[in-house]
T-cell receptor, first 110, second 114 residues
Framework: GNSVTQMEGPVTLSEEAFLTINCTYT??????LFWYVQYPGEGLQLLLK?????DKGSNKGFEATYRKETTSFHLEKGSVQVSDSAVYFCALENNNDMRFGAGTRLTVKP | KAGVTQTPRYLIKTRGQQVTLSCSPISGHRSVSWYQQTPGQGLQFLFEYFSETQRNKGNFPGRFSGRQFSNSRSEMNVSTLELGDSALYLCASSPVVRMNTEAFFGQGTRLTVV
């Protein structure tokens, strides 16, 4: 079946530090992959997506590359800001089945 | 284009009561999914409706039920509330066929059971 495993949090970084949140998936065929972000008191918002192998999704300085050989979609940002503090969810969609990871809470300190 | 609207935003109920939550999807979207989010369990899938039919179902007891109307609006009902049902309930809508397309989330309904 389809599933997503992401790095457990919480993650605490200082401002301007490099961020990586690991995400791996299990799926048959060719799923689409997503990163969502949830700010305090809000629903989930799409951060970026990739729909085929080797695609790189990017938005607001965040990037993730769809790696089919390692079934991974790790989220990275070169220099985090306090405003990036949120919960990040990796997700996949495969044949109308959408699955989310457990979420990783990121706190960025000034 | 209006986003996904969930009502009410906040709700306080007593154990044993029942509750109904509402979700209006983005215009033109026919798939509506419901999720429960708690600090301990994270984001858990409840069920998905498409064209008034339940298409997928998560691993929740029968106290959790839902329905979808012909205008794609959806309601979720929880009967005989328990303290552990306190959570943020999120609704997400998607277009007719969710091929390579993300889900769009509402802001959620925060349910507190006392």
């Amino acid at each position: 079946g389809n599933s997503v495993t992401q790095m457990e949090g919480p993650v605490t970084l200082s401002e301007e530090a490099f961020l990586t949140i690991n995400c791996t998936y299990t799926a048959t065929g060719y799923p689409s992959l997503f990163w969502y972000v949830q700010y305090p008191g809000e629903g989930l918002q799409l951060l970026l997506k990739a729909t085929k192998a080797d695609d790189k999704g990017s938005n607001k300085g965040f990037e993730a590359t769809y790696r089919k050989e390692t079934t991974s979609f790790h989220l990275e940002k070169g220099s985090v800001q306090v405003s990036d503090s949120a919960v990040y969810f990796c997700a996949l969609e495969n044949n109308n089945d959408m699955r989310f990871g457990a979420g990783t809470r990121l706190t960025v300190k000034p | 284009k209006a986003g996904v609207t969930q009502t009410p935003r906040y709700l306080i109920k007593t154990r044993g009561q029942q509750v109904t939550l509402s979700c209006s999807p983005i215009s033109g979207h026919r798939s509506v999914s419901w999720y429960q989010q708690t600090p301990g369990q994270g984001l858990q899938f409840l069920f998905e409706y498409f064209s008034e039919t339940q298409r997928n179902k998560g691993n929740f007891p029968g106290r959790f039920s839902g329905r979808q109307f012909s205008n794609s609006r959806s309601e979720m009902n929880v009967s005989t509330l328990e303290l552990g049902d306190s959570a943020l309930y999120l609704c997400a809508s998607s277009p007719v066929v969710r091929m390579n397309t993300e889900a769009f989330f509402g802001q959620g309904t925060r349910l507190t059971v006392v």
